[in-house]
């Protein structure tokens, strides 16, 4: 196994020991990259030099010993809708495709402050629409368990750079399914945390009530490891919740004596993929057979959870993306123009692709006088009520497992034409962000060569009891996270 194939735990343990240094594994990932990325497409920028520096600066850490922060050495791919400075933040669109950020996030300065090093920044569908990787300016990416497949999205980048060796773990964001979609398409671990757990400060914005930033990576020990690093108050996000952060790596070595887990009938329904269902109930008998206790729940406003979401996701973008003006953010085009209208329609019509023109002008409708009450205090009503379904669920048993997908990954081009095909991929992770709650995807099996994710939506704040159930399907299934 190739250093870059490592997990990010399996690394730092080597790092320690001297086995390795930090050089060499981004040597490694930086041949991977080499090797692979004509093909996958995973990255926007790839940060060479930057990677290289920073390796040499923790080579010199290590090389003094003393206690080292928990990501030294570990090279991080990141999406490009966080700001790095001095560094391309794109977020795969025209409209931004010069944006340098005078700042970083908050989750890149906490990584760099952990010793994480940053090897890029990943595509991802244009402001994160989409569930696909196929709506970013700059190409599509490709799933690399099987290149004419999708890799998922709109952190189909991070996925498949972690699963194909480009980085060994990945920041994402997830607005409706955007990390563990293509966590479970491309046979990786990827958590949605509880909405106030990760600061977003540096984010750029798609749906701002939805938004939340977490990990994409090998294992579930690595996901808990990123989890420590990026998780916590920031008194910069007004959303970010002032509350402990547990040592996550701690709740790993529990078994599942007890867990009471709930299965929402709603989400076995027809349309979904029967080879999907077979599986995510194996997984299901399987962590019966290791302790749980599973029963049926009812969630049952599920069936309004796609409308209500891109209602409410597409009201907030068209506010949140009425910035790129061409004035204050966005290309501005060389033309002479009549007046600073005729430059905004313009700038906006260029520099935006089809799907967030289609979301905007959406966004718009539900939002205008005589139509918000109709869709958007209407959806905004729904979402209540699903939020109280979870809750509900939630005096009953300790965590929800469903599956991530109704589908296996399909292949590039299939859905393109028809946009309310693509909305529909997202029916199982939507409700996780219209209620707040954590929620993760691991891998439990393939169909033929192609991964199946299980979702795992707990309880807000408990991402403990998510890592818990993970591990020990992980561990005692003996599955790691990707089969290839
Ligand atoms: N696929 C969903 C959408 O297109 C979710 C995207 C996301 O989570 N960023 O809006």
Same mark, same amino acid.
């Given at each position: 196994m190739e250093l870059c194939d490592k997990s990010a735990y399996d690394l730092s343990r080597l790092l320690r020991k001297r086995e390795v240094s930090a050089r060499e594994i981004v040597e490694s990932v930086l041949l991977r990259i080499d090797e692979k990325e004509p093909l996958i497409h995973a990255y926007i920028t790839v940060t060479r030099d930057t990677a290289l520096a920073q390796a040499d600066r923790a080579d010199q850490l290590l090389a003094q010993g003393g206690d080292i922060a928990p990501l030294t050495g570990i090279p991080i791919a990141i999406k490009d809708l966080l700001c790095t400075r001095g560094i391309k933040t794109t977020c795969a669109s025209k409209i931004l495709a010069n944006y340098v950020p005078p700042y970083n996030a908050t989750v890149v300065d906490r990584l760099f402050q952990q010793g994480a090093i940053l090897v890029g920044k990943t595509n991802m569908d244009e402001f994160a629409m989409g569930s696909s990787t196929e709506n970013s300016a700059f190409g599509v990416t490709r799933n690399p368990v099987d290149p004419q497949r999708v890799p998922g999205g709109s952190s189909g980048g991070s996925a498949a750079g972690v699963a194909a060796g480009e980085a060994i773990a990945a920041i994402g964001s997830d607005t409706g399914g955007s990390i563990r979609q293509p966590a479970s398409f491309c046979g990786i671990v990827g958590m949605k945390p509880t +909405?106030? =757990?990760?600061? =977003? +400060?540096?984010l750029i914005a798609y749906a701002s009530s939805l938004d939340q930033v977490g990990p994409l990576c090998r294992s579930v020990e690595d996901c808990a490891l990123l989890l420590n690093a990026i998780s916590g108050h920031d008194r910069r996000d007004s959303t970010s919740v002032d509350t402990p952060c547990p040592d /996550?790596?701690?709740?790993?070595?529990?078994?599942?004596?007890?867990v009471r887990i709930g299965l929402p *009938?709603? +989400? /076995?329904? *027809?349309?979904?993929d029967p080879a999907v269902k077979e599986k995510v109930m194996e997984a299901v008998s399987f962590l019966e057979r290791n302790g749980a206790h599973v029963q049926e729940i009812s969630l049952p406003h599920t069936p309004y959870a796609v409308g209500t979401y891109y209602l409410i996701a597409t009201a907030e973008a068209s506010s949140n993306l009425a =910035? +790129?003006?061409? @004035?204050?953010y966005g290309v501005r085009p060389p033309d002479e123009f009549e007046d600073i209208i005729a430059m905004y329609q313009q700038a906006r019509s260029e520099g935006f692709g089809r799907e967030v023109q289609r979301r905007i002008m959406l966004g718009t409708y539900v939002l205008s006088a005589g139509y918000y009450d109709a869709y958007y205090v209407k959806a905004q009503k729904a979402r209540t009520l699903i939020r109280e379904d979870f809750s509900k669920a939630f005096e009953e048993v300790d965590c929800l497992v469903t599956p @991530?997908?109704?589908?296996?990954?399909f292949n590039l081009g299939? *859905?393109?034409?028809e946009p309310l095909q693509m909305y529909l991929v997202d029916i199982y992770t939507v409700s996780a962000n219209l209620a707040g709650v954590p929620a993760m995807s691991i891998n439990c099996g393939t169909v033929g060569n192609l991964p199946v994710g299980l979702q795992i939506i707990g309880k807000p704040f408990d991402e403990e009891m998510l890592l818990r159930v993970a591990h020990a399907y992980q561990r005692l299934s003996g599955g790691n996270a990707h089969g290839f």
């Open positions: +909405y106030g =757990r990760v600061s =977003r +400060y540096g /996550f790596l701690g709740s790993l070595d529990q078994d599942l004596n007890g *009938k709603e +989400y /076995f329904v *027809k349309g979904m =910035r +790129y003006d061409a @004035v204050k @991530v997908s109704p589908c296996l990954p299939e *859905k393109v034409a």
